[in-house]
């Protein structure tokens, strides 16, 4: 359990940083924790995350859950590449993240490597 803690001093960051494992946490630590988790996440991993399947009882799931990934954006995966005019993973992947930006945004194509 963390105490969330905003912008602080160098001083401050120093002294929170000791303060031993429910100590509180700055947001910047934050950031680093969470980019440094997405960059050592290798690529089959996160396509498994996002890859939406059927289960036998009509449930649409990721071939492997996580918690971060949205029942709402596997269904949107799951009728782009399932349903009617099929689109493949890469461009679904695509249309996903245009969808949680605004409309002037292009976002990266999906890179396997």
Sequence with gaps: MFCLKGF????????????????????IQLMM???????????????QFLTPIKRADGAIVAASPHDAIPQEDLQFLYD????GETVPFP???????????????????????
């Design 8 to 27: 602080s001093t160098d001083g401050e960051f120093s002294s929170l940083r000791t303060k031993g494992s429910n100590r509180p946490i700055s947001v």
């Design 33 to 47: 924790d969470s980019r440094k988790l997405a960059k050592s996440t290798p690529v089959r991993s996160i396509k």
């Design 80 to 83: 782009l590449m399932y349903i």
């Design 91 to 113: 461009k679904a992947i695509r249309l996903l993240r245009r969808k949680h930006f605004p409309f002037f945004y292009d976002p990266h194509p999906w890179v396997t490597g």
